[in-house]
């Protein structure tokens, strides 16, 4: 068994990854660090707990004696690094919590690796060369393509395994997951690719920048079996409340003003968080050593395409003149604003009919009618996408879910979940 330090998995994109990788790989142990700060909840986990071969730790990737004594205590062989402050508008407001958690929160997580690791001068200590080596003998005979003296004790900084197979893990590898921000911003045409310039554009994709760098520097300098993943905007089930999408979903079902900055026409590249996922588990286990891959969906929208679309598939699932379950109370938004408070009145199996609360009340007949345009934030991109042939050709990834899919699964998820709140 092989035991897995995972951070940050009370969140977004962690907690759709842990239920994935515990099952796909029984032989590993998965060791959650998590501070559970407000992006954080174990409710996103519920499914793992009690799992004998998942553990949670409270606890923050900046406290390097905690950091030491989870590598120590559980003999860690390989980091898979999530944990961040991730959400742009709050780098605008308190940017040093950024730079805390995800700068030298990362330099933390990968500093007590490389000396768990390596000895000084940037050699892997002996047992895990052994194992290293050992088992790329057994699979050279069965056709392993990872020259063996990559990991030997004669390795230097500049000799780390040129291919890229199964073994490439075989010593402790670092993966670090980290977003297509870090790129800035596109004109009308052109994709991000491994080889664009960092360019970031706010306090948060500045960090995340910096560890990035950090990272890069830990193989360039120690010879770390380090890769980096740079994601574009991921949605699905388990986002927090703040983000985009759950904002349309839930503030569309209670009648409130659906927010979009600017003129909506910002353009994100949309991936489906289980294909991240995937995407991530084929970068950890196979992505070249001190290589970055991009990952994305090919699916760029502007936000006013998003919220068309969403607003759409709810006048369809939850129309608004049968909303029984989501009946509406809120009368506070401005008058431009539609005040759907109304009573849905079930009359019998198959009609229904909606009587108004108030005298003010004023009926919509989409969700549309919700959209209201604010003021766009300072360090608010214009156009993000991503070119991920280097993973499409190299490493043979592919998304399973193109839009349509992955947002009619997303929309069912959160009207489940609102369906018990509001
Ligand atoms: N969400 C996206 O669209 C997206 C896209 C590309 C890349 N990413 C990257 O993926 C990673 C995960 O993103 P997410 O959307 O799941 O984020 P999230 O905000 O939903 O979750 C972050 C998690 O990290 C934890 N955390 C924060 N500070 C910590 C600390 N100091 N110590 C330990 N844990 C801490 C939080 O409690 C939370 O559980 C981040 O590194 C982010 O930059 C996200």
């Not at 308190?94 to 958690?101: I, S």
């Not at 892997?124 to 699979?139: C, D, G, I």
């Not at 592919?398 to 509001?422: C, H, M, P």
Request: aromatic share 10%.
């Amino acid at each position: 068994m092989k035991n897995i330090l995972l951070t940050g998995c009370a969140g977004f994109i962690g907690s759709n990854f842990v239920p994935y990788f515990l099952e796909k790989y029984p032989e590993y142990n998965l060791i959650n660090l998590d501070l559970l700060t407000y992006a954080g909840n174990l409710e996103n986990l519920k499914e793992v707990d009690g799992n004998p071969r998942y553990k949670f730790i409270k606890g923050d990737i900046c406290n390097r004696e905690l950091v030491e004594f989870i590598f120590n205590e559980y003999d860690i062989q390989g980091v898979v690094h999530f944990a961040a402050e991730s959400h742009v508008d709050n780098s605008i407001k308190n940017p040093g919590v950024f730079v805390q958690t995800n700068v030298n929160g990362t330099f933390t997580l990968i500093d007590v690796a490389y000396k768990y690791w390596m000895d000084a001068p940037f050699k892997y200590k002996k047992r895990f060369l052994e194992t290293a080596t050992a088992s790329m003998k057994l699979s050279s005979d069965g056709g392993s393509h990872c020259k063996e003296q990559s990991y030997s004790e004669e390795q230097d900084t500049s000799s780390h395994c040129e291919e890229h197979s199964d073994a490439a893990i075989l010593i402790p590898r670092f993966h670090h997951i980290s977003t297509d921000e870090v790129y800035g911003t596109l004109g009308e045409n052109g994709l991000f690719t491994e080889l664009t310039p960092y360019a970031p554009n706010s306090p948060y994709s500045a960090s995340k920048a910096g560890s990035d760098m950090i990272v890069r520097a830990y193989h360039e300098t120690y010879g770390m079996n380090t890769v980096i993943t740079n994601c574009s905007n991921n949605y699905g089930p388990k986002q927090h409340d703040e983000k985009l999408i759950p904002t349309i979903i839930r503030n569309a079902l209670v009648g409130n003003p659906i927010p979009i900055y600017g003129d909506g026409k910002n353009i994100r590249d949309w991936l489906y968080v289980l294909d991240h996922c995937k995407g991530i588990d084929l970068v950890y286990h196979t992505g070249k050593t001190g290589e970055v891959y991009n990952i994305g969906g090919r699916n760029e929208r502007t936000n006013l395409q998003i919220v068309d679309r969403i607003c759409a598939i709810l006048d369809e699932k939850v129309p608004l003149d049968c909303r029984t379950s989501f009946a509406v109370t809120n009368k506070s938004h401005s008058k431009k604003q539609s005040d759907l408070s109304r009573r849905c009145e079930e009359q019998s199996d198959t009609s229904r009919h909606c009587e108004e609360q108030s005298d003010t009340a004023i009926s919509i007949s989409s969700y549309k009618e919700l959209i209201t345009f604010v003021p766009d934030r300072a360090g608010h991109d214009r156009r993000y996408a991503i070119d991920a042939t280097k993973l499409e050709n190299e490493l043979l990834w592919r998304a399973d879910e193109n839009f349509e899919s992955g947002i009619v699964k997303t929309i069912e998820w959160y009207l489940n979940k609102y369906k018990k709140q509001l």
